[in-house]
């Protein structure tokens, strides 16, 4: 029978983007560099989704998000970011809303050909399945919700790779099937059972136990990430009313 019942991340995933957020306060200027390029691939899309539903198209909503972390490394910002006065995603969201302020007036077609890209940033193509564009949610929600759903699917990520690691295929098919966000229809378990070669009643349980070990592995990080049980399950408690929110 397949067994979910890990809650920890595989070898290849942090367990938390805190660890990640004190190396890029480094000053070590490679290590910082390379740090940063993580934080950016882990939140580039809310920041994206922010700038989208602010009424920028999306080339220059995908530059104005690149210059962004360009300028949280060239003005070494995440130094002032004290976890003890609030979220890291409050944070950022403040510190888009004033490069998006400062930017607005300048946002002209020599920059949007000129700029260097020193970061491998992902692509907002790659990012959970929010459509932004379609989706009457305000900035502010948009980035919201689209933080939620990234720190979920980092958390789904983790116990997929986990799931391969102990060779169980099957219950990472069950995971992506019926889990991930990229899948919006969720098929039922006769399906799933066809699909798989698993009886309904094992991928019940599989799902029971994936589904248990998504919320460990995403409480893990964010007790790491606040320092506190109960701020942890508070964020916890918040991650899951912005997925909930239509």
């Not at 920041?47 to 962004?68: H, I, T």
């Not at 995603?89 to 490069?99: E, M, S, V």
């Not at 399945?129 to 949610?137: E, I, P, Q």
């Not at 399950?233 to 912005?242: H, S, T």
Request: proline share 4%; hydrophobic share 45%.
């Amino acid at each position: 029978m397949e067994n979910a019942s890990a809650a920890t991340p595989a070898g290849g995933f942090p367990l938390t983007r805190w660890s990640l957020i004190q190396r890029a306060r480094t000053a070590n200027a490679s290590e910082r560099r390379k740090a940063l390029d993580e934080l950016a691939r882990a939140y580039w899309w809310p920041l994206y989704c922010f700038v989208l539903r602010s009424g920028v198209v999306p080339e220059d909503a995908m530059d104005l998000v690149q210059g962004f972390f360009l300028l949280l490394l060239e003005k070494d910002l995440l130094r002032v970011f004290d976890p003890a006065r609030g979220r890291f995603r409050t944070f950022l969201l403040a510190c888009i809303k004033g490069h998006w302020s400062h930017e607005r007036e300048r946002m002209t077609a020599e920059k949007r050909g000129g700029r260097v890209r020193l970061l491998s940033l992902a692509e907002p193509a790659g990012g959970p399945a929010l459509d932004v564009a379609a989706d009457a949610l305000s900035p502010d929600l948009a980035f919201e919700r689209a933080w939620a759903m990234c720190k979920m699917d980092q958390a789904i990520a983790r116990v997929r790779e986990d799931l391969h690691r102990r060779q169980e295929p099957g219950a990472a098919l069950v995971l992506d099937r019926y889990l991930h966000s990229a899948n919006p229809r969720r098929p039922g378990y006769e399906e799933l059972a066809a699909e798989t070669g698993l009886s309904s009643t094992v991928i019940r349980h599989l799902l029971e136990r994936i589904r248990g070990a998504i919320r460990s592995t995403l409480l893990a990080e964010l007790r790491e990430e606040t320092g506190s049980e109960t701020e942890a399950l508070d964020e916890l408690e918040w991650i899951v009313g912005r997925l909930a929110r239509k």
